[in-house]
């Protein structure tokens, strides 16, 4: 699943991670323990093995979000769709090995009615959500 074009809200960054694609995959899939490494997660919560069409929860920047794993390619790709109060999103995780470790690419869309009406502040905030998640999972894949 692509992450919608048209939405008021989307973002994609990428880094290099000094890291094999195995490693940066364990540190990203392990969602019960997000935050130890990235502070600004809230009691995620993962009930099942983590597979195309698994439902999991977290709380981050006050809001708990409902989620569902919609794409699954070990090591190469995880993507899932998120609801909150008024918001709903599509996020996906691209690793791509290169020489020395992975390149990790992350792209989001956001729509729904609240989003509309703060499209400029939730764009700003997206924007630096994503680079704090990146800059997080580095430190923790490379540990």
Same mark, same amino acid.
């Given at each position: 699943?692509?992450?919608?074009?048209? @939405?008021?809200? $989307?973002?994609?960054?990428? $880094?290099? $991670?000094? @890291?094999?694609?195995? !490693?940066?995959?364990?540190?990203?899939?392990?969602?019960?323990?997000?935050?130890?490494?990235?502070?600004?997660?809230?009691? @995620?919560?993962?009930?099942?093995?983590?597979? +195309?069409?698994? +439902?999991?929860? /977290?709380?981050?920047?006050?809001? !708990?979000?409902?989620?569902?794993?919609?794409?699954? !390619?070990?090591?190469?790709?995880?993507?899932?769709?998120? #609801?909150?109060?008024?918001?709903?999103?599509?996020?996906? /995780?691209?690793?791509?090995?290169?020489?020395?470790?992975? &390149?990790? #690419? +992350?792209?989001?869309?956001?729509?729904? /009615? $609240?989003?509309?009406?703060? #499209?400029?502040?939730?764009?700003?905030?997206?924007?630096?959500?994503?680079?704090?998640?990146?800059?997080?999972?580095? &430190?923790?894949?490379?540990?």
């Amino acid at each position: 699943m692509t992450i919608n074009q048209e @939405a008021p809200v $989307i973002q994609t960054k990428e $880094i290099f $991670i000094n @890291a094999a694609p195995e !490693k940066v995959w364990d540190v990203l899939t392990n969602i019960k323990n997000w935050g130890e490494w990235n502070n600004r997660i809230k009691k @995620a919560t993962l009930k099942d093995a983590l597979k +195309v069409g698994t +439902v999991f929860t /977290w709380k981050t920047n006050g809001s !708990k979000i409902k989620s569902k794993i919609h794409t699954y !390619k070990t090591n190469q790709i995880l993507g899932w769709t998120g #609801k909150a109060f008024g918001a709903k999103a599509i996020h996906n /995780w691209y690793l791509e090995p290169i020489e020395n470790g992975t &390149r990790i #690419k +992350v792209e989001e869309s956001m729509e729904g /009615w $609240i989003i509309q009406l703060m #499209k400029n502040k939730m764009n700003s905030i997206l924007k630096e959500d994503m680079f704090f998640w990146l800059e997080q999972l580095k &430190r923790e894949s490379e540990k």
